[in-house]
């Protein structure tokens, strides 16, 4: 880890793009301030921290809840329980020829009885 003493108003440099200015102290907390292009992003750790504990609670939560679901629906008996996931991929829609309507006509059915 580099270790640098600034003072308020000097800045630090992070390749080229990126800037770190000392906009001030009162002694116990330092302000910077950040320069960085848009594409860049700039977290302060201890909210990033957060917000993947909460994730991981919220995915314990949801996942404990559809278990539950799913317990309570295998002892009410198979005609209430969940039908099995369909895995298979979706097939990728279908784009008409250039000029061609963009649904077929419907086949024609024959009345029973008809030749």
């Known amino acids: ?23 001030g102290s009162d002694g116990v907390q330092v ?3 950040i320069r960085a292009p848009r594409e860049v992003t ?13 994730n991981k609670r919220a995915v ?4 404990g809840a ?3 679901q799913l ?6 008996g198979s005609e209430n329980a969940a039908p099995p996931l ?4 979706a097939a990728p829609p279908v784009t008409p020829p250039e000029g061609a ?11 029973a009885g008809a030749a």
């Open 42 to 54: 700039v977290l302060r750790r201890e909210l990033l921290k957060q917000v993947e504990e909460e």
């Open 31 to 33: 302000r910077v301030g």
């Open 1 to 23: 880890m580099l270790v640098l003493s600034r003072r308020p108003g000097q800045s630090i440099l992070i390749g080229k793009d990126i800037e770190i200015v000392v906009l």
């Open 71 to 76: 317990g309570v629906q295998m002892l009410a």
């Open 101 to 111: 309507p963009a649904t077929a006509p419907a086949p024609r059915r024959r009345r």
């Open 86 to 89: 369909d895995t298979t991929p």
């Open 60 to 63: 314990v939560t949801n996942l």
């Open 66 to 68: 559809a278990l539950g």
